[in-house]
């Protein structure tokens, strides 16, 4: 099988059961008695709410669940449905059909619902709520920081569950396991420097082993050296030129090899960017845009049923697909754009981090936690900025919350 369509190691050695799930034990404790007070029908919490750093196992311990008890998983991006109608024409019809595949039942997981509801989306995060309380399948959210005072009605419905980083043994365990299936053969100081690169990580970890595994039987701390190499294989810029421009389908696909291609990524550079690259030809913007489409159609049928199967066929025709349209233009040159979705969310993620910040540094000089700084105090302030500008700059400033860093926690 050629590399372009091996599977990600990420995908194929996701925990197919619970107990696969590694580390966390306390965490898992108190999913599976969650899970277990729905088996039993007698749910304690409608919905879980786990949170943790990226990598820890949360959105894999809801495929696990889908997969242990036979449920489908309804699985959705808590940015695909912010308003109020997607989670009624996207979520609610999802719950309402019949499975085709023989499932038992359902299980729903929305996945990073922390930084995607602004003041405009207050409808969506009501929706939310509402689907919560009338749920009759468990629902679980993830998020990395749950602590945005906007969750606040969302967090007190939910059963609250932590995640935290990986061990680094836990981590080593599971790359030399993966070694033994592929038959690789890893010194453990490779293991050991993969490790403690992923800072608890294990996305990042196995992403790293596949990285510098790449058609190899044997690694050494030596190959290690392609790590350092991939910010360059990274660069989305010309990647999405290669796609763009390439005159032949294969050329197209040869992006697929780089060893840490992001093909949810590159979907979302080739939408940016589809119309500069071929204007004026409509055929062939409307040709790339079908290609796109289809590919999108068969990432989100292989997420919701696990089908991993459909990447090669992703990966085809966001290569291949986009670029073998008709009436495609002379090359031309085009100064490409990040994604307008990409830069809205790295925004909001910027807002979030200078806020978590300064409400750190607020909750310090007040001797209280982050949690009781957002959730108890701050609205006052917020109160008061409402009545008295200038009064409530002045609290702030106290607090050693000053100029910019002000607006951030008054508005975020
Ligand atoms: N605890 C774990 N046990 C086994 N595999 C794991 C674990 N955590 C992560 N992985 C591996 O890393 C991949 C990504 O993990 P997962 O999607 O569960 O992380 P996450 O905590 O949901 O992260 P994010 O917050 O970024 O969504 C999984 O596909 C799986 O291969």
New binding site residues.
């Given amino acids: 099988m050629s590399s372009s369509r091996q599977l990600p190691?990420?995908?194929k050695?996701?925990?197919k059961r619970i107990v696969?799930?590694?580390?966390?034990e306390e965490a898992k404790k108190e999913y599976i008695a969650w899970i277990n007070s729905w088996v039993r029908g007698s749910p304690s919490r409608k919905a879980a709410l786990l949170y943790?750093?990226?990598?820890?196992?949360?959105?894999?311990?809801v495929?696990a669940t889908a997969s242990e008890f036979n449920w489908e998983l309804i699985e959705i991006n808590a940015s695909d449905v912010r308003s109020r109608e997607a989670i009624f024409s996207r979520v609610y019809p999802a719950l309402q059909t019949r499975s085709v595949y023989g499932h038992t039942g359902k299980i729903i997981l929305i996945?990073?619902v922390d930084g995607v509801w602004t003041k405009e989306d207050v409808g969506g995060l009501d929706a939310l709520i509402e689907l919560i309380n009338t749920t009759t399948y468990p629902l679980v959210l993830?998020a990395?920081d749950p602590w945005d005072p906007k969750l606040r009605d969302l967090r007190d419905l939910c059963k609250l569950i932590e995640?935290k980083k990986?061990g680094k043994r836990?981590i080593m365990r599971?790359l030399g396991d993966i070694c033994s299936k592929e038959g690789i053969t890893c010194d453990r100081d490779v293991l050991s420097a993969i490790a403690e690169n992923a800072k608890g990580d294990?996305?990042a970890a196995?992403n790293d082993l596949q990285s510098v595994a790449m058609g190899k039987d044997t690694i050494t701390l030596a190959d290690l050296q392609v790590l350092g190499e991939r910010a360059a294989q990274e660069n989305m810029f010309e990647v999405v030129r290669i796609v763009l421009t390439s005159k032949t389908p294969e050329g197209a696909l040869s992006v697929t090899r780089l060893p840490s291609l992001d093909y949810e990524m590159l979907i979302e550079w080739l939408n940016e960017n589809i119309i500069a690259q071929y204007s004026p030809s409509l055929r062939a913007i409307a040709d790339a845009y079908d290609a796109l489409s289809l590919a999108d159609v068969n990432l989100s049928r292989m997420k919701r049923k696990q089908m991993w199967a459909l990447l090669p066929y992703v990966m085809e025709l966001i290569t291949a697909g986009v670029s073998g349209v008709r009436e495609k233009p002379p090359f031309k040159f085009v100064k490409y754009s990040f994604p307008e979705k990409l830069r809205l969310l790295s925004r909001l993620k910027t807002k979030r981090e200078k806020f978590i910040q300064a409400s750190k540094r607020a909750a310090t000089l007040l001797h209280v936690s982050t949690s009781m700084f957002r959730s108890e105090i701050l609205p006052y302030i917020r109160l008061i900025y409402t009545y008295d500008k200038d009064y409530a700059m002045k609290i702030l400033s106290s607090l050693g919350i000053e100029d910019e860093n002000a607006k951030y926690v008054l508005e975020y």
Avoid: A, C, M, Q
């Fill in positions: 190691w990420v995908e050695y996701r925990p696969d799930v590694v580390g966390n943790g750093p990226p990598g820890s196992g949360k959105t894999s311990i495929h996945d990073e993830t990395n995640f990986i836990d599971v294990l996305r196995i």
